[in-house]
């Protein structure tokens, strides 16, 4: 007997097991690919660039209103947030360069 590693049903022979596990009702499901996109920001004469996943993008928007709203520094709350979301893996890539005046 061969149990399926999903649900833990028991079956006869491998020809059933292989059968129910293309529609077992446990079966996992892979998880959606998230949508990659590229923001751009341009702040006090520094132009951000950042590749990350959408929908923790809005981070990066929150940080930015937050930081103006409470009249903060807002170049290093920016700087601190794009690094914190590069090393936790959302931001694939990103470059921080003055603009040519």
Not at 69 to 83: M, Q, S, V
């Amino acid at each position: 007997m061969q149990p399926c590693p999903n649900c833990g049903r028991y079956f006869k022979n491998k020809q059933s097991l292989r059968a129910h596990l293309k529609y077992c009702p446990l079966k996992e499901q892979k998880p959606k690919k998230e949508e990659i996109i590229t923001e751009v920001f341009t702040h006090n004469g520094w132009r951000f660039e950042i590749k990350g996943k959408k929908g923790f993008m809005d981070i990066l928007k929150k940080t930015y209103s937050h930081a103006q709203k409470k009249k903060r520094d807002t170049f290093n709350c920016l700087i601190g947030a794009i690094y914190s979301l590069y090393y936790a893996g959302i931001i694939q890539k990103f470059e921080i360069k003055p603009i040519n005046r």
